[in-house]
């Protein structure tokens, strides 16, 4: 079996999120703004292989984005001009102050224990200006206990290659975590080969009103919580995806 480098795990990751509509979402962050303010200086947690970012610059922002991976970044960078940083969300340190961080795609849900994720918080916080803003989508607990985590099959191809992706959860309710064990077999038809990669993600859903009690002990007004892709909608047990939006309050860190 041929080894997988972690620039063919980007590869194939934008395979498998071919079909993600960044634009759209991007649109929708807009619409979290406040009325005819816009800002203009960004940061983006986990920019991954840079689909954001791509779309942020694209639509004028100012974007540094920040990543844990460098083979990822790598990839980032061919996409867009933007400034990339390789770091940890929780001890990354820049010197600037931003109008607003963006941390789409559930990447807060990779922050599993309550201690890091006021470091994260407080950490973003430091690299706001006053009344920046801090937007960021993760699994939504309410549903989640509701509708428990199932197995998932994803076929992707192209003329090249054929993926197909296996996701297992595993469940452990009173961490408020899910384990996802991920299997991608991975068949190149022009060289005809066959590689298998396997990769777990720990991720945290979290609770509406613990998230509301960290933002505010990092410093934070909590302006918005809503559904994902739904500014007017309401979160209740059926909602799998939510987003916040909260405010740096002044003279707080």
Not at 143 to 165: C, E, G, H, W, Y
Not at 209 to 230: H, N, S, W, Y
Request: glycine content about 6%.
């Amino acid at each position: 079996m041929k080894a997988v480098s972690f620039l063919d795990l980007a590869k194939y990751y934008d395979l498998l999120y071919q079909d993600k509509d960044y634009a759209k979402e991007v649109e929708f962050i807009e619409q979290l703004f406040e009325k005819g303010v816009k800002p203009n200086k960004v940061l983006e947690l986990g920019c991954g292989t840079g689909n954001y970012t791509k779309v942020l610059e694209e639509r004028g922002y100012d974007v540094t984005g920040i990543d844990l991976s460098e083979k990822m970044l790598v990839v980032a960078k061919q996409k867009c001009g933007c400034k990339f940083s390789q770091g940890d969300m929780r001890s990354f340190s820049l010197d600037s102050k931003f109008d607003a961080c963006f941390a789409m795609f559930a990447v807060i849900g990779y922050i599993t224990e309550n201690d890091d994720i006021l470091r994260v918080f407080k950490n973003v916080h430091r690299h706001l200006k006053p009344d920046g803003l801090f937007i960021f989508d993760v699994w939504n607990g309410l549903a989640v206990m509701r509708t428990l985590p199932f197995s998932r099959i994803k076929k992707v191809q192209t003329n090249d290659v054929d993926v197909i992706r296996f996701a297992e959860p595993s469940l452990h309710a009173f961490e408020h975590i899910c384990d996802v064990n991920y299997k991608l077999l991975i068949l190149n038809k022009r060289a005809n080969s066959f590689n298998e990669i396997d990769e777990k993600h720990i991720v945290r859903f979290y609770f509406p009103q613990e998230t509301k009690f960290f933002l505010e002990q990092a410093g934070f007004e909590v302006l918005r919580i809503c559904p994902f892709m739904d500014v007017k909608g309401k979160v209740d047990e059926n909602v799998w995806n939510i987003v916040f939006v909260a405010r740096a309050r002044r003279g707080t860190q």
